[in-house]
């Protein structure tokens, strides 16, 4: 049985988790969670991150909509990052955009290579 405590989490009891979109392979974003938000995602199958700045849970499109529904989760070969698998509605950046990673460094320069969903 799976252990979300059987992880390695940082000094402040986090670990890094990449959701990517299961279906395209395309990397959505990157977040933080805990043992707890862990233990939540996967008992309801709805993404749950800590938010340092708000220091709460944060439930993936609580306010917006844009819910991402765990497919499956991965643990790295150091059991200190997540890579989550997901089906994501809508955008999953809070710049509207479908990926937090739209802005490529192409050339030496700061590219936007996604514009915001309408």
């Not at 939540?40 to 306010?63: H, I």
Request: aromatic share 8%; glycine share 6%; with cysteine.
């Amino acid at each position: 049985m799976f252990d979300p405590a059987s992880l390695t989490y940082d000094a402040n009891g986090l670990i890094p988790a990449i959701a990517q979109d299961h279906a395209t392979g395309e990397v959505l974003m990157m977040a933080w969670m805990n043992a707890e938000s862990l233990a939540r995602t996967l008992a309801s199958g709805q993404v749950t991150y800590w938010s340092r700045s708000r220091q709460s849970f944060w439930a993936k499109g609580e306010s917006s909509g844009h819910v991402q529904r765990l497919v499956e989760l991965r643990v790295d070969c150091d059991r200190d990052c997540l890579l989550m698998l997901v089906d994501q509605a809508g955008p999953a950046c809070h710049t509207n955009r479908r990926s937090c990673f739209y802005t490529a460094v192409r050339g030496g320069d700061e590219v936007e290579i996604l514009t915001p969903m309408v």
